[in-house]
């Protein structure tokens, strides 16, 4: 039968979709592993809801991408800021090219940077660990992805946007993830404000660093999907951003266990982890531009500066309580400042290039992107918080005797551990506190009488 059809067929190679289909999953992978990572980092008391929120984050923005998120980023006939509603609920969303490659059908595209659009908020909810209410927290997820990450996403990616149109360079989410989520959890932890400490003296240290390393373990796999996926091809672009990024994240690791030694004397796990995060968040926008030498760089200057960053929570006052701010919001600043003066030409031949081949303009465009995108998403983000925490039932944080008790069991009913009456009164409550962190620290007679009561 002859097929009168006009509609044009085209034609994908099965190699570049499976390799994106692989990169799918690997993005995936990291969302469960910032989960993990972010709960090592905390208290006990509140490591699952960590990992909770997290995966949280995946189910509430994959409604969010469906319904009309990915129009808003990357509709065909969208402004210089945002998108339209022209696929909204993925309508005409199906096997034609996307916008940004040809070579990979829509929908391809479409669920790779849902991956993305998933993880940003999950970085950027780190700032409100151990008190922020889980139900305003879902709230803000659909409405930050919608106001912020949509629009920063548009104006970088797609052809029609502004930063990108006016030269700037953006690999793989410097400015509409790293910057964005930084700037989020910065203004989630003003609103917020202050941990309550249990006891004047108390520190607020990682309860687990094998989650940690298994979390950094999680998230630095990822990333070959996360910026090695984002040459949208399996060619020597997407090869040499793989190797560019984890030359960078070894680097920052080795740098801040060296920074860290000068003041402890002691190579801290944590250093390495929270370093590694660091070089390979530098390297995000840059990794489709940069050589391997240059990469060693954003490794040691991104580690530098985030690890100096942390200071600025005790400066200014606020409880950034993952370090969120510093690592990403800091990392992706200068990752932005660095592509300026690190791509060349030879590798990315769509670009000018930077100050290597003598584009010197190249910084200003990247320092006009990264000042929009931060004011963007720390001015939106506070207006969505402020607004949320006046509206009767969504104010954002737990009252006090739930924060003393731990979000898992407050707000969940499960812990990450199975967790023990502790003897000792805490400010006329009963602090939560595991069997395991008794002997972790020393109380193993009584950790004995109280399993010994519960025969």
């Not at 960590?50 to 402004?79: E, R």
């Not at 912020?148 to 006016?166: E, H, R």
Request: proline share 3%; glycine share 10%.
């Amino acid at each position: 039968m002859e097929n009168n059809s006009t509609e044009q067929v085209h034609e994908y190679s099965p190699g570049n979709i499976g390799y994106m289909l692989t990169c799918i999953a690997f993005v995936w992978l990291m969302i469960p592993g910032v989960g993990y990572f972010y709960s090592g980092m905390a208290r006990s008391k509140s490591a699952l809801s960590l990992i909770m929120l997290s995966c949280w984050s995946m189910a509430i923005v994959c409604v969010q991408w469906f319904l009309f998120g990915y129009s808003l980023a990357f509709s065909k006939t969208a402004t210089p800021l945002v998108g339209n509603f022209d696929n909204i609920f993925l309508k005409d969303v199906n096997d034609k090219p996307n916008v940004v490659n040809p070579e990979i059908p829509d929908m391809v595209f479409c669920i790779y940077q849902g991956m993305f659009a998933a993880i940003t908020p999950a970085l950027a909810i780190g700032a409100a660990a151990e008190r922020a209410r889980f139900l305003p927290a879902t709230v803000f997820i659909f409405l930050w992805t919608t106001l912020v990450y949509d629009f920063l996403a548009c104006w970088t990616w797609n052809p029609n946007g502004w930063s990108l149109n006016m030269g700037g360079l953006d690999f793989a989410g410097g400015t509409p993830v790293h910057i964005s989520s930084g700037a989020a959890a910065l203004a989630y932890a003003v609103v917020l404000g202050q941990r309550e400490k249990t006891h004047v003296d108390e520190e607020f240290k990682p309860h687990n660093m094998a989650n940690v390393f298994l979390g950094t373990g999680f998230i630095w796999f990822g990333w070959f999907g996360f910026n090695g996926g984002s040459a949208l091809q399996p060619n020597m672009r997407a090869v040499m951003a793989c190797f560019v990024t984890s030359l960078s994240g070894a680097v920052g690791g080795i740098t801040w266990v060296f920074l860290d030694y000068r003041h402890e004397k002691k190579y801290s796990a944590l250093g390495f982890c929270v370093g590694a995060v660091a070089g390979l968040v530098c390297c995000t926008p840059a990794c489709g531009y940069i050589s391997p030498a240059s990469s060693i760089v954003f490794g040691v200057v991104g580690a530098t500066a985030c690890n100096m960053a942390l200071n600025l929570k005790h400066l200014l006052k606020y409880d950034d309580a993952l370090d969120v701010f510093a690592v990403h919001g800091v990392g992706g600043i200068i990752g932005n400042i660095l592509t300026g003066v690190f791509a060349q030409k030879k590798y990315a031949d769509d670009i000018v290039g930077g100050w290597l081949d003598g584009h010197w303009m190249q910084v200003v465009y990247q320092l006009i992107d990264t000042v929009a995108g931060l004011s963007w998403s720390f001015v939106v983000t506070f207006i969505i918080l402020w607004v949320m925490n006046k509206v009767p039932g969504f104010s954002l944080r737990v009252d006090i005797e739930m924060e003393r008790v731990g979000l898992d069991q407050g707000e969940l009913g499960f812990s990450c551990y199975e967790h023990v009456e502790d003897v000792r009164s805490v400010k006329g409550s009963t602090e939560q506190i595991s069997v395991q962190d008794m002997v972790r620290n020393g109380i193993k007679n009584q950790a004995f009488e109280v399993e010994q009561s519960r025969m």
